[in-house]
């Protein structure tokens, strides 16, 4: 008996999933991320995160999404993850990941600043970070920022 409360659990899930699918892909609502109504509008998107690798382990979808409907995506990443002495290597990967998620080179920057330093019990100044950021947007243009906590 308790297979058939299984199988009609997993078909329910199923039909609920079916649902949402069909009633997604036709709300007005589908396509109106970063967009204004009308005409499409590319826009400057700066994704800032703190090391290298965050990216590709947080944002690869976001990023997808943006570089292959024409938007330009900015990354700035705030750190080199240089506590364990690879820096150089977490910086050679991130571009490498930036490479294969079709974001441009020349629109990925890595900060290496004393005071953004990785490290367990480090605490970054909230006036720097805003000053890095802020001199981004400002250079690029930027409409929309993407980043977490």
């Known amino acids: 008996m308790a297979w058939v409360l299984i199988v009609c659990s997993l078909v329910l899930v199923l039909v609920a999933c079916l649902c949402k699918i069909l009633h997604g892909s036709s709300s007005p609502f589908r396509n109106s991320f970063l ?5 499409f509008h590319k826009r400057n998107v700066l994704l800032v995160i703190a090391h290298p690798d965050d990216e590709s382990m947080f944002f690869s979808p976001t990023i997808n999404y943006l570089t292959s409907t024409g938007h330009n995506l900015y990354v700035l990443c705030l750190s080199t993850r240089d506590a364990d002495g690879k820096g150089n290597i977490k910086k050679e990967e991130l571009y490498q990941a930036c490479e294969i998620l079709k974001v441009p080179l020349q629109q990925v920057k890595i900060i290496d600043h004393l ?3 990785d490290g367990f019990g480090r605490v970054w100044s909230h006036t720097l970070l805003a000053s890095i950021i802020e001199e981004e947007i400002m250079s690029y243009g930027i409409d929309l920022i993407i980043t977490f906590d």
């Not at 967009?35 to 005409?39: F, I, M, R």
């Open 115 to 117: 005071d953004l330093q």
């Open 35 to 39: 967009n204004t109504g009308g005409a």
